[in-house]
């Protein structure tokens, strides 16, 4: 199952019980939804992964996993001016809600060079902080949060998640395809699926 908007919403409210309102939930819908719009186009987020097995060329897919931590998001919010008394747990729950959606739906799909049949293990290659502020704050203003703090809340959360996103964020997977009669190493390029 894919990661979807619902189940990130549902991940980071779970994750947050001592914030309540209409305004958290729309703001995380709007974080959900700019996430989720931006995580999937391999130019914000893509893998690059280690391939051993026979050799050949194949597809790769696998399962993705994060240590549930928040302290990028944090101290990302700190930098964009976003300090008030709120702050730390949104920035908590946001990062521990993201990492617990991924964990358990993300996955990774892409291509193997040199890897027929074999097993796949990769780490993010770009993770694209800017994109994502820009997702976010279109995010925000289709869920009606506007005004000046909704681009700081953006400017923010965006590098933040990105850069825990690529410090934490493994896969493991499998090659498929058609394989020699050789043992080969090779690489694979993937992208969040």
């Known amino acids: 199952m894919p990661l979807t908007a619902p189940n990130l919403t549902s991940a980071i409210l779970s994750a947050s ?7 958290w939930s ?5 974080i959900s939804q700019g996430v989720c719009g931006w995580i999937v186009l391999p130019a914000n987020l893509a893998f690059s992964g280690v391939c051993t097995g026979v050799v050949g060329s194949g597809t790769v897919t696998g399962k993705l996993f994060i240590t549930p931590v928040s302290l990028p998001v944090s101290a990302s919010m700190t930098a964009g001016g976003m300090v008030g008394r709120d702050a730390a747990a949104m920035a908590r729950s946001v990062g521990v809600g993201l990492c617990t959606a991924i964990g358990s739906t993300g996955a990774y799909q892409g291509v193997a060079a040199g890897v027929g049949t074999g097993t796949d293990v990769s780490r993010v290659s770009v993770s694209n902080g800017s994109s994502l502020v820009l997702s976010l704050a279109g995010a925000f203003q289709a869920a009606g949060i506007t005004g000046v703090l909704a681009g700081r809340l953006a400017t923010g959360l965006g590098p933040g998640i990105a850069a825990m996103l690529q410090t934490g964020l493994t896969g493991t997977g499998a090659c498929t395809g058609p394989g020699g009669p050789s043992a080969a190493a090779g690489t694979s390029v993937s992208r969040f699926v």
């Open 26 to 30: 729309r703001i995380v819908l709007g």
């Open 17 to 23: 019980p001592d914030l309540t309102g209409i305004t």
